[in-house]
């Protein structure tokens, strides 16, 4: 089978970081896989190019930004010269512009997202507009198709199919802390108001005055440029530029959960996080909010799910798991291969009803 993958942008994000995964899975398995995206790669997306291109997996970014109708033709060469038996629109926008194409390759529609798109009237519109175009909607989160249903409507073919993690990438090492090591708290995620850093300073912030042996560091995509200013003047302000490190994207997420002692996760709203996936197969001690999303964990081994707004409860949590050691964790279900296995089930389903279609 001939997949295409297509992305908004190749960046260090969890829709990114999956249709990655995903694509070297696949290739591996013996389909012939491309990456495509709407706009260039990000340049911390490189290394990622790099892994995709060892693996066999084609990549065609575009050089430049297009405008929309540039988009479309750049696709459509793309589609055409690919020649994809199946495409995997990862994200509302990309799966638009994958939809808004003549053809018949089959399109399945990836509901990522963290938040409603279909809040957006515009988006609602579009969306009931290109329904049916799409073969298939995955959502990898419950309320990806609470929200798809509550503004569209019902699909034909709709699924939930969660993210998985490849748990051999980030295996937990039982490793224990060191002595006298300067302790670390860490948190990955895009800078925006959604993934909560601000709360994750203040919080910090009564940890440094109990413990004097420990350090914050926040990892992401600059997504929101006043929101990651707005971190950084909260770091000065509180007294905290020596113990905290307000940085972008890194491209060796693996390497920051060993090297880290506690994973913080305060965020409002979420899909389904491969960031936490991640922090739960590495075995780190995890602080995280009480949002739907995070709950299948809630009884799994050094994971606590608190009230993040709540400062003094959170401050308490991390410096609780800061004395916690790492632990095994089960993910039965939710591993790269369980997903890729899903995903591919799909693409078959969408491609033999095409083939029968065309049969009759």
């Known amino acids: 089978m001939r997949i295409l993958h297509l992305v908004l942008e190749p960046r260090l994000s969890g829709a990114e970081v999956l249709a990655k995964d995903l694509a070297l899975h696949q290739q591996r398995d013996g389909s012939v896989v491309c990456v495509t995206s709407l706009l260039p790669a990000h340049p911390d997306f490189a290394p990622m190019r790099e892994e995709l291109q060892r693996g066999g997996v084609l990549c065609r970014f575009p050089a430049k930004r297009h405008s929309l109708p540039g988009k479309l033709w750049q696709l459509a060469g793309v589609i055409r010269s690919f020649r994809a038996d199946v495409i995997f629109a990862h994200a509302t926008i990309p799966a638009f512009y994958a939809r808004a194409l003549p053809g018949t390759v089959p399109v399945i529609y990836v509901m990522h997202s963290a938040t ?22 995955i959502g990898v989160s419950p309320a990806n198709l609470n929200d798809y249903t509550a503004a569209v409507g019902s699909h034909p073919l709709m699924t939930l199919i969660p ?32 993934k909560n850093q601000l709360q994750t300073v203040h919080a910090f912030r009564d940890v440094a005055a109990q413990m004097s042996d420990v350090r914050l560091v926040l990892y992401g995509v600059v997504e929101d440029p006043a929101y990651f200013d707005a971190v950084s003047d909260l770091v000065g302000k509180l007294g905290l530029t020596a113990r905290v490190v307000v940085s972008g994207p890194h491209t060796d997420i693996c390497s920051v959960l060993h090297a880290s002692n506690v994973f913080a996760m305060p965020s409002r709203s979420e899909g389904h996080s491969i960031a936490f996936l991640e922090a739960l197969a590495s075995g780190i001690p995890v602080v995280a909010s009480t949002i739907a999303p995070f709950a299948f964990a809630k009884t799994l081994p050094g994971v606590q799910l608190v009230d993040t707004d709540d400062t003094a409860a959170y401050a308490r949590a991390l410096v609780c798991a800061l004395g916690q050691r790492r632990t095994q964790r089960s993910l039965t279900g939710l591993t790269l291969q369980d997903t890729a296995q899903r995903y591919l089930a799909v693409a078959h389903q969408v491609t033999a009803a095409r083939a029968l279609s065309r049969s009759r």
């Open 163 to 194: 993210n998985g993690v490849d748990t051999g990438r980030f295996a937990f090492d039982g490793r224990a802390v060191s002595a006298g090591q300067t302790l670390q708290i860490v948190q990955v995620g895009r800078y925006t108001s959604v």
């Open 116 to 137: 409603n798109d279909f809040e957006h009237a515009l988006f609602r519109h579009v969306e009931r507009l290109l329904s049916t175009r799409a073969r298939a909607v």
